[in-house]
């Protein structure tokens, strides 16, 4: 059975270190710092520390992560290696001293092109919802151009969106509008084409959709869009489903995020940094945000003349490290590389769904793509979630998409063989019978973790927030 | 049979194919032209990538403007590549995720400390965006349109700025800077009104000054909210702003521990008042107990976000930069407040050194009449971007240039960084090179 490694950590400030010293500095007076309440401690203390509480945490490195809407594949140590010989650049460097860096950029950018069939591309984003609010921007910028923004004001999106996708929009001063999904988990293309017309702004939409089911209709969708005059806007979180076996280009999407860090494989990092690039496609990528790097058959070289480019919409430009170890997972896999992934990615999915779906209920169609959304019969999502974690698995995304009751949302990834998908699999079964015959233990789930189940409506009703801060 | 064959023969399938069978065939695409390459050359091809760029450690170079080249301690590598850390996700799971929770529970902490606030956020992507966040949150509070911007705001970060409130339909307006290169009070005041939602405030400015008023901008604000941009490291020896009235921090995270890496991952730091929590973008991680009452940490008051508000979230930010939030825990840890303050002092005298010896060579350096932090402008005699590429020709990179009339009282000159990377001989090697050139 899992036991995950379990210690009292003191926080920092409660370690025992050396008394603060005064020092003089040359700075006014009145401007002057008093104290500084941080430990002052050995590099021994310091790291023992951090190693500790790094073993109370659980990553993909240590077992499958099959949270659902995150692509949590295995992350190559090439890409971490190679991502080390870029850290000490200066983004302001003259050209000719970053060469090899803008390169980078350059390939990066290409081959996302080619992978998307998009006419041109921004790395700037910093993660997906920063994509998608960038993306937006160029939604208001292109109706602007066309002077149509003070009339679109309304973005649609389905009711089986992210939650960035409607935060998104409205950042970007336009109304939301959700449109309702069919019995199969689809677009009800009846209701998206009554709530379009010319105060649409753009459709936004990620495919497959968040239950994991590829929206069939998807060239009906881009038609009703373009005979409206509004944009189509791909969320590329699921992008993991359909590489080199069709694109949001040849789907008839205007413009689209990607997430390096989970299609291209870059880690998480607990929460981030991400990298989340748009490709837009004809006359949109004159809007795109500056610099975009170019090849002038000689040297590489960032390009500020972008005739109606938004501006900026992050410092420098962007999370360089992130495209590093993205660039260097597809040059390792190459073209069919990332269609195996794709394919394998599905195949593991559907796989996993075909050995539970006796035991838990799987709403809408049968077929999915690179995750699935199921529910438990008996329990709550939250409950199986802390049981399985009791096996040193990680759990699913819960309760999300919010059009299912009690979701489960299970993505493999194509990291993982036929073996660990066994296991899993037994271990859900398992739950499920529990959960008939033993209820209790989920209730009391999670026991083998380092803490039992954490309070989080204390949490909230007190919030304590610092260290600084006393219960 | 291989396990491939094996699962599809479960799903009940002949080809892969098959799997996509939902795909309408119009769509289908025809592969990818990319090459494969196996692992050694991807290694080798990176390699040589690598070799064309010279970064600091090839050649000094002075540039800062808002992101800094500081030494990364081995000990800090090692914590932050611990795998348990990198490749996990945002802690839904607290049972199993306690140690990062407790890592950013530690940095919203140490930040909160530096800049004297009650609460800090976990990140957000740059002190940009925090920029864009922070004149958004002003709204929520006072429903106010304006925004007030130092005359030197970047270029970048007003874009980024514009950007972030352009679907509020707020707007952004200069004021002044005095001949020291500090806020012009007088004319701040004359600006300020019941429009104004924010004003905002860097210290030390993107000119390296340290402003010697911002504890008397407060009183003149009213219901307007006082933003004030920092960079964390100076906080080590200078006043926190909360002292001063702060009622949002924004910065420049990267400062503390993180490399620089032409530019990114970067951190943005936010910190404000308790009672503006609620109006707070950004994760919040906060202590509570277990079913066992040990104490404990997790994602806390997320019905500002977008994963519940949706729309009406306080932001649309997801995935954040919780990572560069590790290094700069671990880099705060590995100095503490004795090392902190060293390492900002020898930043300022770095400076102070640089400035004496380009007026020995007869250079006006600093351009303004203020104490200074790690950063300040030499004036220069031709264009600052042919001097730039001349430079380089004497082995030193330069800082960033700036040409007469970008800014008002700035004529052509240099904006130079001194971080605890540049030594004596690389400023020896910048002056010599700068008399040559000029
Ligand atoms: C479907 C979907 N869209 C958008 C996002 C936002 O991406 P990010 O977290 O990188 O901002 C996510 C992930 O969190 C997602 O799952």
């Known amino acids: 059975m899992y036991q995950q490694a379990k210690y009292n950590e003191p926080l920092l400030n409660e370690i025992k270190g050396e008394e603060e010293k005064e020092i003089s500095v040359d700075v006014p007076d009145k401007l002057k710092r008093k104290s500084l309440n941080i430990p002052n401690l050995e590099e021994w203390q310091v790291v023992r520390h951090y190693t500790r509480l790094s073993q109370m945490n659980y990553g993909v490195d240590i077992n499958t992560y099959p949270l659902g809407s995150c692509t949590m594949k295995y992350n190559p140590k090439l890409n971490e290696e190679i991502a080390k010989w870029f850290s000490y650049l200066h983004p302001y460097q003259e050209e000719s001293t970053v060469q090899g860096a803008l390169q980078i950029m350059y390939e990066l950018q290409e081959m996302l092109k080619k992978i998307t069939d998009m006419d041109g591309f921004t790395l700037q984003p910093a993660a997906g919802a920063h994509g998608e609010f960038t993306g937006m921007l160029l939604v208001r910028a292109y109706h602007e151009y066309k002077g149509e923004l003070e009339k679109r004001r309304n973005v649609l999106l389905p009711d089986s969106a992210h939650g960035t996708n409607p935060a998104s929009a409205a950042m970007a001063g336009f109304n939301v509008i959700e449109i309702p999904s069919n019995e199969k988990g689809m677009v009800d293309l009846e209701a998206l084409e009554a709530a379009t017309d010319d105060t649409t702004a753009a459709f936004m939409i990620t495919n497959p959709n968040t239950l994991g089911i590829f929206e069939e209709e998807i060239l009906e969708i881009a038609k009703i869009m373009h005979k409206n005059g509004a944009l189509l806007y791909y969320d590329g979180a699921n992008l993991n489903a359909i590489m080199g076996i069709t694109s949001p280009g040849i789907m008839g999407f205007d413009i689209v995020h990607l997430n390096l860090h989970k299609t291209f494989s870059t880690p998480h990092g607990g929460g981030g940094p991400g990298s989340g690039p748009v490709g837009v496609r004809g006359e949109l990528v004159d809007f795109l945000p500056v610099p975009i790097v170019r090849h002038d058959g000689e040297k590489y070289y960032l390009d500020y003349n972008v005739k109606h480019t938004i501006g900026k919409v992050r410092s420098f430009y962007g999370n360089f490290g992130v495209m590093v170890k993205a660039w260097a997972y597809i040059k390792r896999l190459g073209g069919e590389g990332l269609k195996n992934a794709t394919i394998r990615a599905v195949l593991n999915s559907n796989y996993l769904k075909e050995r539970i779906k006796g035991y838990y209920e799987l709403p809408h169609k049968d077929l999915r793509k690179h995750e699935f959304v199921v529910k438990p019969k008996n329990a709550r999502a939250l409950d199986v979630a802390k049981r399985l974690l009791d096996f040193g698995v990680h759990a699913p995304t819960i309760y999300f998409p919010l059009i299912v009751h009690e979701a489960l949302m299970i993505e493999p990834t194509e990291s993982e063989n036929k073996e660990t998908l066994d296991k899993f699999a037994e271990i859900m079964l398992q739950i499920a019978k529990e959960a008939e015959e033993n209820p209790e233990i989920l209730k009391e789930a999670p026991h083998n973790t380092a803490f039992k189940r954490v309070d989080e409506v204390l949490a909230a009703r007190k919030p304590v927030l610092t260290w600084k801060d006393k219960r | ?438």
Request: charged content about 25%.
């Open chain 2, 1 to 438: 049979m291989n396990e491939f064959d094996d699962m599809l023969k479960y799903l009940r399938m002949n080809s892969w194919e098959e799997l996509f069978s939902d795909i309408p065939k119009e769509v289908w695409k025809k592969g990818i032209d990319i090459e494969a390459m196996d692992e050694i050359s991807v290694y080798r091809y990176a390699k040589e990538l690598a070799a064309k760029n010279k970064d600091i450690f090839d050649m000094p170079n002075f540039l800062g403007a808002g992101i800094y080249t500081h030494y990364i301690p081995p000990a800090v590598l090692e914590i932050v590549g611990r795998s348990e850390f990198y490749t996990s996700y945002t802690p839904y799971q607290p049972e199993i995720s306690q140690g990062m929770l407790q890592v950013q529970f530690e940095y919203q902490s140490v930040i909160a400390e530096l800049t004297g606030m009650d609460v800090a956020n976990s990140s957000m992507y740059d002190a940009h965006t925090s920029l864009g966040e922070a004149a958004r949150m002003a709204y929520r509070i006072n429903k106010r349109k304006e925004v007030l911007v130092p005359e030197n705001l970047y270029w970048e970060k007003e874009s980024v700025l514009k950007n972030y409130i352009a679907g509020l339909g707020m707007s952004v307006k200069k004021y002044p800077l005095n001949e020291r290169g500090m806020v012009a009070l007088d004319k701040l005041q004359e600006l300020v009104n019941e429009d104004t939602a924010m004003v905002y405030v860097e210290n030390p400015n993107f000119f390296g000054v340290i402003d010697e008023g911002v504890d008397e901008i407060k009183e003149m604000l009213g219901k307007a909210i006082y933003t004030v941009g920092v960079n964390p490291l100076s906080l080590a020896v200078l006043k926190p702003p909360a002292d001063y009235g702060a009622d949002i921090v924004i910065g420049e995270g990267q400062i503390l521990g993180n490399p620089i890496s032409f530019g990114g991952p970067l951190l943005g730091i936010f910190a404000t008042r308790k009672q503006y929590v609620r109006k707070m973008p950004g994760r919040l991680i906060g202590e509570t107990v277990d079913a066992d009452g040990r104490r404990a940490f997790v994602m806390t008051l997320q019905t500002r976000e977008q994963h519940i508000r949706r729309g009406k979230a306080t932001s649309n930010i997801c995935s954040n930069e919780a990572l560069c939030a590790v290094f700069s825990v671990a880099f705060v840890a590995y100095y503490g407040a004795n090392g902190l303050k060293e390492l900002a002092k020898r930043n300022m005298d770095n400076a102070r050194m640089l400035m004496e010896k380009l007026r020995s060579a007869g250079f006006n350096a600093p351009i303004f009449d203020a104490k200074h932090f790690n950063e300040f402008l030499v004036e220069l005699p031709k264009n600052p971007h042919e001097i730039s590429k001349e430079l380089l020709k004497h082995g030193v990179h330069g800082g960033l240039p700036i040409n007469a009339g970008c800014y008002r009282n700035v004529p052509n000159s240099m904006l130079l960084a001194t971080t605890e990377m540049i030594r004596e001989e690389d400023m020896d090697k910048l002056v010599s090179a700068l008399k040559e050139v000029s």
